[in-house]
């Protein structure tokens, strides 16, 4: 090494040396300056490149976990038994559509008190709701209204003897409602089966 060469290269980077004068004697010091700075620049861009690589892999961990998460949610949904709410102010009727639904395979649950109902509701637990539309305190369109504040997944039909007059009703006074399907009173059992089999296949088809 040039020791006379104010700045001489090293592996490691640079070495210089400087000469001072302390009570008229002389001092010679050796030191070593830092790398080129390409050599920095080389180093931040790997690091760079290993936390974007490092950071994708999770993402994609991320995403699979989800995917997972949800194909596991949908299987558990389609596999379980189908729930469908019943509130309808008459007890007969409760009664009757509730055994006729479970015997049919459903989960069904029934209520003749349409605020206790709402008081009681589940969000995103039932898969369909049948809704009598004449109820004292809150009738079907009113309760419908509340629902679907707290649930808009759910799919509810209502059951009636007077299609046309409670459409033009809810037209004038729930117009919010929008488009609503009905069921006509009286049913007989196995259309009622075969009616809430085709509007739950075809939410989860529109699933």
């Known amino acids: 090494m040039d020791m006379n060469n104010p700045s001489t290269r090293t592996s490691g980077g640079y070495c210089f040396h400087y000469r001072y004068s302390y009570n008229n004697k002389s001092k010679t010091?050796?030191?070593?300056?830092?790398?080129?700075?390409?050599?920095?620049d080389q180093i931040i861009t790997k690091l760079n490149l290993q936390a974007r690589g490092q950071q994708h892999e999770r993402n994609s961990s991320s995403i699979m976990q989800r995917l997972l998460q949800d194909q596991t949610a949908?299987?558990?949904s389609r596999n379980r038994k189908?729930?469908?709410?019943?509130?309808?102010?008459?007890?007969?009727?409760?009664?009757?559509?509730?055994?006729?639904?479970?015997?049919?395979?459903?989960e069904c649950i029934s209520y003749t008190d349409s605020v206790k109902a709402l008081q009681e509701y589940r969000p995103f637990y039932y898969d369909l709701i049948l809704?009598?539309?004449?109820?004292?305190?809150?009738?079907?369109?009113?309760?419908?209204?509340?629902?679907?504040?707290?649930?808009?997944?759910?799919?509810?039909?209502?059951?009636?003897?007077s299609e046309a007059y409670y459409e033009k009703f809810r037209g004038q006074h729930f117009p919010e409602l929008g488009k609503i399907n009905y069921i006509q009173k009286p049913i007989?059992?196995?259309?009622?089966v075969r009616l809430v089999d085709m509007i739950i296949a075809n939410s989860i088809t529109m699933d």
Do not use: W
């Not at 709410?85 to 008459?90: G, S």
């Not at 559509?97 to 479970?102: A, D, E, G, S, T």
């Not at 309760?143 to 209502?158: A, N």
């Open 131 to 161: 809704l009598d539309i004449k109820m004292p305190v809150l009738n079907g369109f009113e309760l419908c209204k509340k629902i679907t504040e707290v649930d808009k997944s759910v799919h509810i039909i209502f059951i009636t003897a």
């Open 188 to 192: 007989g059992n196995d259309e009622l």
């Open 82 to 106: 189908k729930r469908v709410l019943v509130v309808d102010d008459e007890p007969d009727t409760c009664i009757v559509y509730q055994i006729v639904l479970q015997d049919a395979g459903y």
């Open 74 to 76: 949908r299987s558990s």
């Open 29 to 40: 010091t050796f030191g070593f300056g830092s790398h080129h700075p390409k050599y920095y």
